[in-house]
């Protein structure tokens, strides 16, 4: 959960409504990444839950108590002896930030008020609950010491030092025009990005809301006059809510059934493959996103950073190996110098730093860099020594490129796999394979044999079945094992996607089964999402695997390309209708 600063404008707001004053009786420290102030007001009690968990952190306000560990921890036990019957006297954001800063007042000795500090970062991985006392840290949930961070320290004793200020202009209190103005006509990359770069107070998910009402593509680099006007409209409409106490949040929620984020507003733009709830209280909207228990399997996750980090890591080998192809390329040229040297040799001083000789071959002069440690020869024979080795070298590092970008194209085809893999047997299933590749090392403990998971089969018609694979091992299974003679293969063209097959029991598929599974080849696809897809088709005895190739990989012939926009509503309706998760 990621909540923008005018999220927690609203949130702010609402607490003080709801907390100043109240007087702290109970502290508890549920989990290592979590507080809680039990509060006792006019009429009743409530709690305030703060969680700095790296994931989600928020603060908001729960009827019940969470339950303690037996053993209150440290910090815990600092808070009570310092808070406990101390009163909340102010409660603040920092300039739009994703800071909090909460005031408890107490009564010292003499009579004397003391006022105490509870800074509630909720900076994503970086947040902290901070405790302290005229600017000094006393104490914190998680600490910073001078090793890890020669910038901001935290560590009791320490002065508090607030997390660098954001430099844009506030999106509630700057004037639309002002904020429009600031954006440049045109930008190398979105011009969303402008946007959150030149405000305080948003981030990409209200910026795409914002674009959406200007009626501006998310993904335009420029803006023309009327776009102008109109982002400045949506900017003033957005303001005049969000300062105006609004009575409408939406909490926004992925497929995994993780909250993404909450809007202190009716959300008119829902990304693909979300879902929303409404609210009418940014308290409830909070309470609600915090109990969402994420559906996504964890060992699908971890795959997927293992092939993410596979594929950074090959895509800079071929960087590199591109270079020293670029260089191995150029050994002709030192023979060329190695040549015009052993011609030249006796007007070339010894002890030269650098010479000038004529080249043999088309008698243009060239500039040569000599060794003074070495003769003119010596020079000479050192150059056939570097044309000799990039020789050599060019044939070596032109086959290690080539098997790295197989290498990439194979690690995205199974990037792919793992988007599409709905079951843990279709994860395990890509585990074993990344284990037989040598991608991920085996476990000494021994796995039991698992039943294979099955390719997706749509009945289109009676003589007609649509085949789909989603992963390597299904799309070898459909392609060679399934498939066969005549029956039509397709496949994204030079995109990562599944294998898609059509058998029928006629001479050629009725058009509508082409025409579907043409979409459900760019559906099950990396291009998913996109328009104009090409996608390849060709009989299926035109597929051939070459030896030794990695699952998956197939070279095919006589195809016919065929472009298409799925029909997302379409092919959803028809995976359900097959009974298709």
Request: a positive charge; charged letters at 25%; hydrophobic letters at 35%.
């Amino acid at each position: 959960m990621n909540l923008e600063g005018i999220t927690l404008y609203s949130q702010t707001e609402y607490l003080n409504r709801e907390i100043i004053g109240s007087r702290i009786y109970k502290i508890g420290m549920p989990s290592d990444h979590s507080i809680y102030f039990s509060l006792k007001r006019e009429s009743d009690t409530i709690h305030l839950i703060m969680d700095v968990h790296a994931g989600g952190p928020a603060v908001w306000l729960s009827k019940k108590a969470p339950d303690n560990p037996s053993e209150p921890p440290a910090f815990c036990m600092l808070l009570r002896k310092h808070l406990e019957e101390g009163k909340i006297t102010k409660l603040q954001q920092k300039d739009m930030d994703r800071v909090l800063e909460m005031e408890v007042s107490l009564l010292g000795r003499s009579s004397r008020i003391i006022t105490k500090q509870i800074i509630i970062e909720l900076t994503g991985k970086n947040a902290n609950l901070i405790f302290a006392e005229n600017g000094k840290i006393l104490d914190s949930m998680k600490h910073v010491s001078p090793l890890m961070s020669s910038v901001r320290v935290i560590q009791p004793g320490y002065d508090y030092c607030p997390p660098p200020a954001q430099s844009g202009l506030n999106i509630l209190c700057a004037s639309p025009e002002k904020i429009v103005a600031s954006i440049p006509d045109e930008v190398s990359k979105a011009q969303w990005k402008q946007l959150v770069a030149n405000t305080a107070g948003i981030g990409k998910y209200t910026a795409e809301q914002l674009f959406f009402q200007a009626s501006i593509p998310f993904n335009a680099t420029y803006l023309i006059p009327s776009d102008r006007k109109k982002l400045a409209e949506a900017i003033a409409c957005l303001q005049e809510v969000v300062r105006n106490s609004p009575s409408a949040f939406t909490v926004l929620i992925s497929k995994s059934n993780q909250c993404t984020t909450i809007f202190p507003y009716n959300a008119v733009c829902i990304p693909k493959e979300n879902r929303v709830e409404h609210f009418s209280s940014i308290n409830d909207a909070i309470c609600f996103a915090v109990q969402l228990h994420p559906v996504s399997l964890p060992e699908k996750e971890e795959l997927k950073q293992v092939v993410k980090t596979e594929i950074h890591k090959t895509e800079k080998k071929i960087e590199a190996l591109k270079k020293d192809l670029a260089d191995a390329n150029d050994a002709e040229n030192y023979r060329i110098i190695a040549d015009s040297l052993m011609a030249s040799l006796y007007q070339i001083p010894r002890g030269s730093a650098s010479c000038t000789v004529s080249n043999i071959y088309d008698g243009s002069t060239l500039a040569v860099s000599l060794s003074p440690s070495l003769t003119p020869a010596e020079n000479a024979q050192k150059y056939y020594k570097t044309y000799n080795k990039l020789k050599r070298a060019r044939k070596e590092v032109s086959i290690q490129l080539s098997q790295a970008e197989q290498l990439l194209i194979y690690l995205e085809s199974v990037s792919e796999s793992l988007n599409f893999a709905a079951t843990r047997l279709e994860i395990e299933e890509i585990r074993e394979e990344l284990q037989k590749e040598g991608l991920i090392r085996k476990t000494k403990k021994s796995r039991p044999v698992m039943e294979k998971s099955a390719p997706v089969r749509i009945i289109f018609s009676d003589s007609t079945t649509i085949y789909i694979g989603r992963n390597n091992r299904q799309n070898d299974e459909v392609t060679f094992k399934i498939g066969s003679g005549n029956d039509i293969w397709l496949h994204t063209q030079k995109i990562p996607g599944s294998h898609v097959l059509i058998k029928s029991t006629l001479p050629d598929p009725e058009p509508e089964a082409l025409q579907t599974a043409v979409q459900l080849a760019a559906f099950f696809s990396k291009a998913r999402g996109g328009s104009q897809i090409p996608v390849d088709c060709t009989r299926r005895h035109n597929v051939k695997k070459p030896s030794g190739a990695k699952p998956g990989f197939v070279i095919f012939t006589g195809q016919e390309t065929y472009y298409t926009t799925p029909d997302e509503k379409y092919i959803r309706e028809l995976l359900v209708k097959n009974g298709i998760k």
